[in-house]
Antibody, heavy 117, light 108 residues
């Protein structure tokens, strides 16, 4: 059974960079069939797609966040990562990593990241 | 960007009754539409993809219909575990996924 697990700091200061890693187990991130993505959900609000990466390193980003987002992959560790720079309180959210199979068929449990000084 | 609009925002239904949730796209997404269920403190769970195909392990009481710009999720006989928030999502404009704002299904 495929599992995804987010990890990283739960508290980030304003103007700094948010960094999260997703570790994939029970399957290979190098599968040619899937993209791997990040989605976030501010407290009490809806879902926002952040961006996706293929095992080869090809990336796509939400235009609204593109200038601040970097997603990378480490196939040797079966992990992919998110960096979001210049964060503000508006970036406070639960961040999910996920497998994209056109729809999103596997999700991590999510990790709350709070932006506060 | 394709905007997804769900209605109603909140739906109150009694257990055992039928629930009908709607999702409208600002332009055609063909059948590239998914539905997710989210319970408090949990990640979303894929229910329906391709507008009408149930994901693995999803009970038959969940059904999806529609194409183009109008979509419906129907839960035929509500069980206690079905009360949750439901989101639609288009992937026709892949990789630029967009989600609806959600419908909260609550016990009447």
């Amino acid at each position: 059974q495929l599992q995804l697990q987010e990890s990283g700091p739960g508290l980030v200061k304003p103007s700094e960079t948010l960094s999260l890693t997703c570790t994939v187990s029970g399957g290979s991130i190098s599968s040619s069939s899937y993209y791997w993505g990040w989605i976030r959900q501010p407290p009490g609000k809806g879902l926002e797609w952040i961006g996706s990466i293929y095992y080869s390193g090809s990336t796509y980003y939400n235009p609204s966040l593109k200038s601040r987002v970097t997603i990378s992959v480490d196939t040797s560790k079966n992990q992919f990562s998110l960096k979001l720079s210049s964060v503000t309180a508006a970036d406070t959210a639960v961040y999910y990593c996920a497998r994209e199979n056109w729809s999103i068929d596997y999700w991590g449990q999510g990790t709350l990241v709070t932006v506060s000084s | 960007e394709i905007v997804m609009t769900q209605s109603p925002a909140t739906l109150s239904v009694s257990p055992g009754e039928r629930a009908t949730l709607s999702c409208r796209a600002s332009q055609s997404v063909s059948s590239n539409l998914a539905w997710y269920q989210q319970k408090p403190g949990q990640a979303p769970r894929l229910l329906i993809y391709g507008a009408s195909t149930r994901a693995t392990g999803i009970p038959a009481r969940f059904s999806g219909s529609g194409s183009g710009t109008e979509f419906t999720l129907t839960i035929s006989s509500l069980q206690s575990e079905d009360f949750a928030v439901y989101y639609c999502q288009q992937y026709n404009n892949w990789p630029l996924y967009t989600f609806g704002q959600g419908t909260k299904l609550e016990i009447k």
